[in-house]
């Protein structure tokens, strides 16, 4: 399991912004990871939400979120940001860092579909949008 430093999340009202954080804490910069965030609603299913292959940097979002929900790779490598705007209601959920190393190049499409897959997390934060 791959060890990760997350944020806090935080509350905001319909249509504001946050944002999250989380870095590979064990400081690996020779290796390349799929890394992005899953999320879970009281009694939903977990869902991806985005992700990013920091090895080149491609990304991909879930549609729920597409447009309003930006992943982008911060200065240290192994290291990336959630960038959440126009928040609705409906994002309200546990988020959760996930984080896979991988060896061969991969796509923004598979690397979303890694994460939704994986069983590794981070500790998980909390994000609640009020109406």
């Known amino acids: 399991q791959v060890p990760l430093v997350e ?3 935080g509350s905001v009202e319909a ?3 946050l944002r999250l954080s989380c870095a590979v804490s064990s400081g690996d910069t020779n290796s390349n990871y799929c890394m992005g965030y899953v999320r879970q609603a009281p009694g939903k299913e977990r869902e991806g ?3 990013l292959y920091t090895g080149a940097g491609n990304t991909n979002y879930a549609a729920p979120v597409a447009g309003r ?4 790779q911060d200065n240290a490598k192994n290291s990336v940001s959630l960038q959440m705007n126009s928040l609705k209601p409906e994002d309200t959920a546990v988020y959760y860092c996930v984080a896979e190393r ?3 190049h991969i796509t923004g499409d598979y690397c979303l579909r890694l994460i939704r897959a994986s069983s590794f997390t981070g500790q998980g934060t909390q994000v609640t949008v009020s109406s």
């Open 69 to 72: 929900f930006t992943i982008s």
């Open 49 to 51: 939400v985005a992700a």
């Open 7 to 9: 944020s806090e999340g």
């Open 102 to 104: 991988v060896s061969l």
């Open 15 to 17: 249509g504001g912004s």
